[in-house]
């Protein structure tokens, strides 16, 4: 079946440790992006890539890094220059140009990070 | 600015009776989607339902409708014959274009729904 799949589950970081989340999708879907989940505000953009090599920041981006070196792969980077890293971080795509945007996304089922 | 503003954030159902959870949006494009999302304890994102703002009839799935109002920037979400497995936090999201393939789904707080039995 397709789908999104993030690893691990759960995650600690150490203060002034970076850590990777990873996200792969199996959907052939162009779009992919990554949320963080707060409680009692919602759901943040961090960054989001249309294609492989291109990425842009959402509304979030600061201490966060990401890359797209294939379509399939999407993992996203905590950098010890994020402040409040402990979160629910959630991976998403969409299919991309040429294809209904109607649909929304098809989201994986999260990393919890925590600093420890 | 597109923002989206759940004003409830827990409600409370007895199982089998009907709940409303209400959503509005402040957007000044004419042509826009608008979604609930469900998420359960496990935390997984499932889509409920999804409106075409181009559509003046509301979208239904099975026991899950919405009462779409267009001029009031209105999205309220009906559940009918509540059932357990219905309690969950709901988001209700508006998706904008962001150029090319992608776009970018904006939510709300979202509404804590308790079915009691």
């Known amino acids: 079946d397709g789908g999104i799949t993030q690893s691990p589950k759960y995650l600690f970081r150490k203060e002034g440790q970076n850590v990777t989340l990873s996200c792969e999708q199996n959907l052939n879907h162009d779009a992919m992006y990554w949320y963080r989940q707060d409680p009692g505000q919602g759901l943040r953009l961090i960054y989001y890539?249309?294609?492989?090599?291109?990425?842009q920041k959402g509304d979030i981006a600061e201490g966060y890094s990401v890359s797209r070196e294939k379509k399939e792969s999407f993992p996203l980077t905590v950098t010890s220059a994020q402040k409040n890293p402990t979160a629910f971080y959630l991976c998403?795509?969409?299919?991309?140009?040429?294809?209904?945007?109607?649909?929304?996304?098809?989201f994986g089922s999260g990393t919890r990070l925590t600093v420890v | 600015a597109q923002t989206v503003t759940q004003s409830q954030p827990e409600m409370s159902v007895q199982e089998a009776e009907t709940v409303t959870l209400s959503c509005t949006y402040d957007?000044?494009?004419?042509?826009?989607?608008l979604f609930w999302y469900k998420q359960p304890p496990s935390r997984q994102m499932i889509l409920v339902i999804r409106?075409?703002?181009?559509?003046?009839q509301n979208a239904t799935e099975n026991r899950f409708s919405v009462n779409f109002q267009k001029a009031a920037k209105s999205f309220s979400l009906k559940i009918s014959d509540s059932q357990l497995g219905d309690a969950a936090m709901y988001f209700c999201?508006?998706?904008?274009?962001?150029?090319?393939?992608?776009?970018?789904?904006?939510f709300g707080t979202g509404t804590l729904l308790a079915v009691q039995p």
């Open positions: 957007t000044s494009e004419s042509d826009y989607y």
């Open positions: 409106q075409e703002a181009y559509k003046q």
């Open positions: 890539s249309q294609i492989v090599n291109d990425f």
């Open positions: 999201a508006y998706l904008i274009p962001l150029g090319g393939a992608t776009n970018k789904l904006i």
């Open positions: 998403a795509s969409s299919e991309g140009t040429g294809t209904p945007i109607s649909y929304g996304y098809t």
